[in-house]
RNA sequence: CGCGGGGUAGAGCAGUUCGGUAGCUCGUCGGGCUCAUAACCCGGAGGUCGAGGGUUCAAGUCCCUCCCCCGCAA
């Protein structure tokens, strides 16, 4: 089968690896263009674009696909495309082009959680169970028919990172297993309900500051949510504090935000709105990750009494 | 040349402004106290101060070069 593979961060890389190992004709890799990435600003190639050149695999990186890779993908003739995390929206002038369609990746069970982030949104809102769609790719929004569907459970306190490499694999096993029966000619294909659909939009940044006044289990949720990117955050004393691993704990004394306990043998102890939260791991400007006491021998953090250092509160 | 923080004992940090005996908290080892301890007391071990070069009687500290880690931004 000719298959054109569209993706481009590590979730689409067991994807694509995966079609190669299958004995598939991969002609090409779209991918997004490197970007000036990293501290120093140097350009970077995305996993996508470095697994296929390692596998001599021809890549594409167009700023728009839309406007700039038509004729391409008409020339390279493809069966099938396969979009996997790409990032760029597929006009239907490009979706004709394969003669069997293009498949889609998702890391949710559809209908629910369409957008760009389905794992860190699952896990934001405390599912216990997701898992990876195989899906027609039409115009819409991750709206097309579904094909394949495997359910996943979210390990406690599994993070979104730990959950997208295990999904991407999984995710990988699928597509395989849906191109073989879409082969056959006897590969399943169901609507969407519409009904039961949910869209969460991209993350951003922001998402991360920490508001104590939600309740500790919402909080961790999305401290493991966030993680690793864009990550969790609070301020102490006018420092920006990442949390990294966090766990709820009963407590009922403290108003939110109170530190309630900074020791280093003890740990850190934050008030959240319904109980506290446990921070395990963090990482202060500058530094590197560490468990919160080894931060603590260093960084001594006055326990808030919870109605005086109100100048210590943190935000 | 995007902005910035950092590398000192097993861990986390102070010390660098203004050169002059290597410090703190914790851990660890040994001893003591206690019905008891994430408690307390006494004692010990453990460091090429990221690397190299330079200045100096003397460099963790000043000068030059390099390596590594990290936050922001993208």
């Keep these: 089968m000719r298959i054109v593979f569209l993706g481009t961060p590590d979730f689409g890389v067991p994807s694509l690896e995966a079609l190669i190992r299958e004995g598939h004709e991969v002609v090409a890799a779209f991918t997004q263009p490197d970007r000036p990435k990293g501290r120093g600003k140097k350009m970077e190639s995305c996993p996508v674009k470095v697994c296929a050149l390692a596998h001599d695999i021809p890549v594409y990186q167009p700023v728009k696909i839309r406007q700039e890779s038509v004729e391409d993908l008409k020339a390279l003739a493809p069966d099938l495309c396969v979009t996997a995390a790409f990032g760029q929206i597929l006009s239907q002038e490009i979706l004709d082009i394969p003669r069997i369609g293009t498949v889609n990746v998702h890391s949710s069970l559809l209908p629910k959680y369409r957008g760009s982030s389905p794992i860190n949104w699952a896990v934001i809102c405390g599912e216990t169970v997701t898992g990876v769609t195989t899906m027609m790719t039409d115009k819409g929004m991750d709206t097309g028919d579904i094909l394949l569907q495997k359910e996943v459970e979210i390990l406690p306190g599994e993070t979104a990172g730990e959950l997208t490499d295990r999904l991407a694999v999984i995710g990988a096993d699928l597509l395989i297993e849906t191109i073989r029966q879409l082969e056959k000619g006897i590969c399943p294909r169901v609507p969407q309900d519409h009904e039961k659909m949910s869209y969460y939009p991209m993350l951003k940044k922001e998402m991360g500051l920490v508001d104590w006044q939600m309740d500790a289990h919402d909080i961790v949720c999305r401290i493991r949510g966030l993680s690793p990117w864009p990550g969790t955050y609070t301020f102490v004393k006018g420092e920006m504090l990442k949390i990294w691993q ?14 309630l306990e900074a020791d280093s ?4 102890l934050v008030k959240a709105g319904k109980n506290a939260v446990r921070v395990h791991e963090l990482q202060a400007q500058g530094g590197k990750r560490m468990k919160a006491t080894d931060y603590l021998r260093g960084h001594p953090i006055t326990v808030n009494a919870c109605d005086k250092n109100e100048e210590m509160r943190h935000e």
Aim: hydrophobic residues 30%; aromatic residues 0%; proline residues 6%.
């Design 265 to 268: 043998k003890k740990g850190l």
């Design 246 to 259: 966090g766990m709820e704990e009963e407590a009922t004394t403290g108003l939110p935000g109170d530190i």
